[in-house]
């Protein structure tokens, strides 16, 4: 074909899509004239799902970097339009296109999209995922959350398998690790501004609108938790904690100057918006991290000189004496297990509950406790039931049985993360296993306390950084510089 031709073709599609355009805004200023401002963004809204749709099945990676996106914002404008609108369910239609894209873009090359799959993790989230579809019959719970449940694990398994095709190289995994350390950090950024400037009117409008957010966000200076962007300070919280892992072990081990300045702003923002949020379980998963990143550079100098530096400032953090700081007597508390009122009701739960696991190995079903139970099981004896912990909400839903498949689930992805760090010569291939090892640590010591691995964006974390494991053991051979 001539240029000429493709000339033409070029400023016919540019005609075509102005043209869209100027239609596409005379509907939608119709509509806003008659039908009122919700018609309108509604419209809008479904214009601009469309054009993400279409961007993430063409474009796969670009996808998979919007689709975090807006898992970071979608609570923010949810509130935003509190009672009109609810955006969770795009997030994860561009999951899906994402990965239909993926494949058809494996197709167009000629390769297989399972090529590559055998791994000791696949093959243990394959069995986990299998047990977790066969509890979809638990005769104790309802079709309703069994559906439901369904969505939500498939939407996982698309997001794990999106991530395996797309970091195929050392190239798009470090663009991963830069975007994400870069969203997060203007996350962390927004809760310091909710912290100096105060929260805008429409977001305190949506914590004064429920009894309940009102008691668990207040603190003892009549001021909230912070949770920036995101749905609730608790997962805010434990996301600025375990993305500030990875953002340290990236400040230790880039050799680009202008790399480490982004890294330790993005740094500071991390734990300025984890501290904010008064999440203490942010704060355990975050030490765990460093003491787990301590132990696997322990023969480094650099690490012990970091470790004395960490001892300091948790010393100075604990011990010295500035009491009127209200973010500060937060994080002193998360030490004080004998005086947490929330400490002693969460063990006396536990207590309570245990018969119940011990007398049903598989469980009471899928979304049979807390306020999905309420909402999907209401009569269950389970439902209404504050589980807190992540480990404690698969014992009682799942079983034992289940509690043990997750248990093995969390070595075997640690322990063969640790076995190709170790086996890796490649520096730059060891950063990357390194941040999602320590990452994937602080992750699993938060789903002790929370359920910290579950909602958007946390999803995308983990399930990203365990492909990352994964797929750097199949780049061993590759070559090493597309860099």
């Known amino acids: 074909m001539s240029n000429y031709s493709l000339q033409q073709r070029s400023t016919l599609s540019s005609i075509l899509l102005v043209s869209l355009l100027v239609l596409l805004s005379l509907c939608c200023s119709y509509a806003i004239a008659v039908y009122g401002y919700t018609t309108g963004i509604l419209i809008l809204t479904g214009i601009f799902g469309l054009a993400c749709f279409v961007v993430c099945f063409l474009r796969p990676a670009l996808g998979f970097f919007l689709s975090i996106v807006l898992g970071f914002i979608v609570a923010a404008f949810e509130r935003l339009f509190y009672g009109v609108l609810t955006f969770d369910f795009i997030v994860e239609l561009l999951t899906y296109a994402t990965l239909f894209g993926a494949v058809y873009k494996k197709h167009l090359e000629g390769e297989s999209f399972w090529k590559g799959m055998r791994h000791p993790i696949n093959f243990i989230l394959l069995g986990y995922l299998t047990y977790l579809f066969i509890e979809c019959f638990n005769p104790n719970g309802s079709l309703y959350g069994a559906l439901f449940s369904v969505r939500k694990t498939a939407q996982i398994v698309v997001l794990y398998l999106t991530a395996l095709s797309i970091f195929q190289s050392y190239k798009n995994i470090k663009h991963f690790f830069y975007f994400w350390i870069v969203i997060s950090g203007l996350c962390g950024a927004y809760a310091c501004y909710q912290q100096w400037v105060g929260f805008p009117a429409f977001e305190l409008d949506w914590i004064y609108a429920s009894e309940v957010r009102v008691a668990i966000y207040q603190l003892d200076n009549g001021s909230f938790r912070k949770f920036s962007t995101l749905t609730d300070p608790a997962a805010f919280g434990i996301l600025m904690g375990v993305s500030a892992l990875v953002t340290i072990v990236m400040v230790f081990k880039t050799s680009l100057k202008r790399s480490r300045i982004l890294f330790a702003a993005a740094l500071l923002f991390q734990l300025l918006g984890m501290s904010f949020s008064g999440t203490r379980t942010a704060i355990f998963a975050f030490i765990a991290g460093i003491c787990f990143y301590i132990l696997m550079t322990i023969n480094n100098a650099k690490t012990l000189v ?74 269950h004896y389970l439902a209404g039931f504050p589980t807190d912990s992540g480990f404690l909400r698969s014992a ?88």
């Open 306 to 379: 970091f470790a004395v530096f960490c001892a300091l400032v948790l010393g100075f953090l604990l011990l010295a004496p500035i009491y009127g700081s209200v973010t500060l007597n937060r994080f002193r508390s998360a030490f004080s297990f004998s005086k947490d009122a929330s400490y002693e009701v969460r063990n006396n739960n536990r207590a309570h509950i245990q018969p119940y696991i011990y007398t049903h190995p598989i469980g009471g079903g899928p979304m049979t406790t807390g306020t999905n139970g309420l909402k999907y099981n209401p009569d």
């Open 396 to 483: 009682l839903e799942f079983g034992w049985i289940g509690l043990i498949l997750v248990c093995i689930t969390f070595f075997i992805v640690l322990q063969q993360g640790v076995h190709a760090f170790f086996k890796e010569g490649n520096p730059l291939a060891r950063a990357f296993l390194l941040a999602s090892i320590v990452a994937l640590f602080g992750n699993i010591v938060a789903q002790y306390s929370q359920v910290a691995i579950g909602a958007n964006p946390q999803i995308y974390l983990y399930y990203a950084l365990v492909a990352v494991i994964v797929n750097i053991s199949k780049l061993e051979n590759k070559q090493k510089t597309d860099v």
